[in-house]
């Protein structure tokens, strides 16, 4: 079975532009997370979809973070514009939609805004 | 958000047995899971608990749950090299809403 995808695997970027980081989920699972990893702390929770809605948002800076998930498959994330504080991993992960939902985590994007 | 702490470094030996602890705060939480993160990787889900549990075993892992004190604990047995990693602890709902991950403990074992 494959696991999560995510690209790209890094960036760099300046301050003020935007990028688009893109996850493929493991087949069948309903849904998706995509968390922020800053260096030193625990992932941080930004959205997460059932199939193609909206579950939890409450943590996503959406002055300039949005995200997507077309067909209840492949997710997009956008950031625009980019801040310094931006610097982190950014994770994927999907899980079955029923309990205990173990959540399968891609390797992550590793994001620097200079 | 939910504060889910856990201390930050351990060190051990091998062939010991080390217990990496974790408190939350949210009473609602009804899954609570274990994960390993290696340096440049994703996380791995290790375990899980339900909340109405104290505790789960599986192989050399050990899952203790306290819910009045809101104290969960994972004791890995026979403690080896490739263990060395960051171990989070993390809490969901009835509904897997709500995710929250602790600040992760960095195990190192010594040779």
């Known amino acids: 079975e494959a696991g999560v995808a995510q690209s790209p695997r890094y960036k760099i970027i300046e301050k003020r532009q935007s990028v688009a980081f893109w996850c493929n989920p493991i087949s069948g699972h309903a849904t998706l997370y995509w968390y922020q990893q800053i260096l030193g702390q625990g992932p941080k929770l930004l959205i997460q979809?059932?199939?193609?809605?909206?579950?939890?948002d409450s943590q996503l800076p959406k002055d300039r973070f949005s995200a997507e998930r077309l067909k209840g498959v492949d997710s997009t994330l956008k950031i625009q514009p980019a801040k310094l504080e931006d610097s982190a991993v950014y994770l994927c992960?999907?899980?079955?939609?029923?309990?205990?939902?173990?959540?399968?985590f891609g390797p992550g994007t590793r994001l620097t805004v200079t | 958000g939910e504060d889910v702490e856990q201390s930050l470094f351990l060190s051990v030996r091998e062939g010991d047995s080390s217990v990496i602890n974790c408190t939350y705060t949210?009473?609602?939480?009804?899954?609570l899971y274990w994960y390993k993160q290696e340096p440049g990787a994703g996380l791995q889900l290790l375990t899980y608990i339900f909340s109405n549990m104290d505790m789960k075993q599986d192989q050399r892992l050990t899952v203790l749950l306290n819910k009045k004190d809101k104290h969960l604990s994972l004791r890995i047995a026979d403690t080896q090299t490739g263990d060395s990693a960051i171990y989070f602890c993390a809490e969901s709902t009835w509904t897997g809403n709500q995710f929250y991950f602790g600040t992760g403990t960095s195990l190192t074992v010594i040779p």
């Open positions: 992960a999907s899980s079955p939609r029923d309990g205990p939902y173990e959540q399968y």
């Open positions: 979809f059932q199939n193609n809605g909206v579950v939890d």
């Open positions: 949210d009473s609602s939480s009804t899954y």
